[in-house]
């Protein structure tokens, strides 16, 4: 049996990984409105996402509103599949 994807099988990183799963591979969710989805605070958050950016699995595009700065974040291709391994694997599993 294969090893569950350490990255995703955090609590907090699954949560993340499975709401940017469900915006698709076009689409994203501002920081602060996945902060609320998830309950988390921003320091929290940004560490978790700092992991799945490094491992290519989100992405992050930080945008001018306004005056104001903004980040935008996605699940890239790598994610979405790292993401459906880490769904069978648990599947078989249970």
Request: charged residues 20%; positive net charge.
């Amino acid at each position: 049996m294969a090893e569950l994807d350490p990255l995703i099988h955090a609590d907090a990183r699954l949560r993340v990984m499975s709401v940017l799963n469900t915006l698709g591979p076009r689409n994203s969710v501002s920081f602060p409105k996945l902060r609320e989805i998830l309950s988390m605070t921003a320091g929290n958050l940004s560490t978790h996402l700092r992991k799945l950016e490094d491992a290519g699995y989100i992405s992050q595009t930080k945008v001018i509103e306004g005056r104001s700065p903004a980040t935008y974040l996605g699940i890239t291709a790598t994610g979405m599949a790292a993401f459906d391994t880490y769904k069978k694997q648990l599947m078989e599993l249970l």
